[in-house]
C-alpha cells in the first residue's frame, strides 16, 4: 500500500487531465494505493500544512475530455529563488521537501515542461524525493520524446483557425497572418502550416527575407490567387535579427508581437492589404485531440508502473509508438528545435509553401 502524489507544473495545456485519470485508474484501481492532488505545483507542497486533495476513481472519470489542470499550475516562481513581495529572492527547497515527507508520500509524479522537470530533480535528489517525470508542452520542443502531451491539441487548434482564416482572406483578398505560439520552436507553426494549407510558414529555425515572402504573394497573385495565408511563430524575429516583445504589468511576453510587425511589412512592400490574428492561449485551452488523450493515458499508466516497479528519477517517453523510460538527467536539456532538414520541412518545400528563405 503506497501513498503517491501528482502534481502538474509550468503552463498548462490539453491533456494533463487525462494523465491524472489514468494514474488514478492505475494507482487506485489497479493497486489499491492513495493518490494525493497536490494544488498549484510546488507551491501546493510549501503550503503549510499543504494544499492537497484525495483523488479517487468517481472523481476522476469525467477528467479524460477536459482541458487545463483540475490540480492547478504555476509557472511562476523558482523554488530556489522563489520571488517574495518586497522584490526578493528566497530560496524554498526545504519548505517544498518537507511538505512531501509530512504527507507521507512514497512517491511524486510531476508532469511538466524541462524546465520544471529540471527543478523537481534538483528538490528530489536534495530531499530524497522518488520523483517520475512525464512530459508535457505545447512546444513540443522537449527532445527525449518524440511527443508531449498538449502539442497535437494545439496544432489542430491552429490548423482550426488557418482553415477559417481561408474563407474570410478570401473573400476580401487579403494576407492574412496567424501568430502562433511554440516558445524559441517553430513545430506548431510548421504542423499546422502544412495540415491548414498555409501559403508562407515562418519559423525562428528558418531565417527570412521579406522580399521572398512578398514575391510568393505576388506570384499568387499573378495565378488568380487574390489573398494569401501565413502563419508565424512567436519567436519569429525582425528583419534586422531582434525579438519583438510587448510589456505588461507582469512583465516580457512575445504574443502579438511579430504577426503585426510583419503584417505592417508585408503591407508597405507588397502593397496588399494585411490583418493579424494573434492565437494565444486558445492554443492552450480546450477540449484534449484523441491523440492527447492516448498519450497523456499512456504516460499515466505508465508512470505508475515505473513507481511500483521502485524505478524513480526516470520521465517516460514516446519513441517508435511505444513509451519509454530515460533517466530525468538525460531528458533534460535535450531540446528539440524544428531540423530544417526534417521530413515535414521537406514536406513543406515539396509543396511550394514559402518558408521565408
Ligand atoms: O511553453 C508554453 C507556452 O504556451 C509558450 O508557447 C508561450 O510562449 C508561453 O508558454 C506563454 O506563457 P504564459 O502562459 O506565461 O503567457
Known amino acids: 500500500q503506497k501513498r503517491i502524489g501528482i502534481l502538474t507544473s509550468g503552463g498548462d495545456c490539453a491533456g494533463l487531465n487525462a494523465v491524472i485519470r489514468a494514474v488514478v485508474h492505475r494507482a487506485v484501481g489497479t493497486y489499491d494505493w492513495e493518490v494525493l492532488g497536490i494544488c498549484r505545483s510546488t507551491l501546493g507542497l510549501m503550503s503549510s500544512p499543504p ?10 472519470d469525467r477528467l479524460l475530455t477536459m482541458g487545463g489542470t483540475v490540480l492547478g499550475t504555476t509557472n511562476k516562481g523558482d523554488p530556489f529563488a522563489f520571488p517574495l513581495e518586497d522584490g526578493s529572492l528566497r530560496d524554498r527547497s526545504e519548505e517544498i521537501i518537507s511538505g512531501y515527507h509530512q504527507l507521507g508520500l512514497s512517491a511524486l509524479i510531476g508532469i511538466g515542461g524541462d524546465g520544471s522537470l529540471a527543478l523537481l530533480r534538483r528538490l528530489a535528489n536534495q530531499g530524497g524525493i522518488n520523483l517520475v517525470g512525464i512530459p508535457k508542452t505545447i512546444d513540443n520542443d522537449v527532445g527525449c520524446t518524440e511527443r508531449s502531451i498538449g ?83 512567436e519567436a519569429v524575429c525582425t528583419l534586422e535579427g531582434n525579438p519583438v516583445k510587448n510589456m505588461d504589468r507582469f512583465g516580457e511576453c512575445r504574443l502579438g508581437g511579430i504577426g503585426q510587425y510583419l503584417a505592417e511589412q508585408i503591407s508597405i512592400s507588397s502593397g496588399a ?50 513509451v519509454v523510460s530515460v533517466p530525468i538527467a538525460e531528458a533534460i536539456g535535450q531540446y528539440r528545435a524544428v531540423d530544417p532538414n526534417d521530413t515535414l520541412v521537406k514536406t513543406a518545400r515539396g509543396l511550394g509553401i514559402c518558408l521565408g528563405d
Open 51 to 60: 494544499e492537497v486533495i484525495t483523488l479517487d476513481i468517481d472523481q476522476v
Open 151 to 233: 502539442f497535437d491539441t494545439a496544432v489542430n487548434i491552429a490548423t482550426e483557425a488557418l482553415d477559417r482564416l481561408h474563407f474570410t482572406a478570401a473573400s476580401h483578398s487579403r494576407v492574412m497572418i496567424l501568430e502562433v505560439m511554440g516558445r524559441d520552436a517553430g513545430h506548431i507553426a510548421l504542423n499546422a502550416g502544412i495540415a491548414g494549407g498555409a501559403d508562407i510558414i515562418l519559423i525562428p529555425e528558418i531565417p527570412y527575407s521579406l522580399e521572398k515572402v512578398c514575391d510568393k504573394i505576388r506570384d499568387r497573385q499573378s495565378k488568380g490567387k487574390n489573398f494569401s495565408i501565413v502563419i508565424v511563430s
Open 273 to 322: 492589404e494585411t490583418r493579424v490574428t494573434v492565437l494565444g492561449h486558445v492554443q492552450r485551452g480546450g477540449i484534449p485531440s484523441s491523440l492527447d488523450r492516448l498519450l497523456g493515458t499512456a504516460f499515466g499508466v505508465a508512470a505508475v508502473d515505473l513507481i511500483a516497479d521502485g524505478k524513480y528519477d526516470q520521465v517516460v517517453t514516446w519513441q517508435n509508438r511505444e
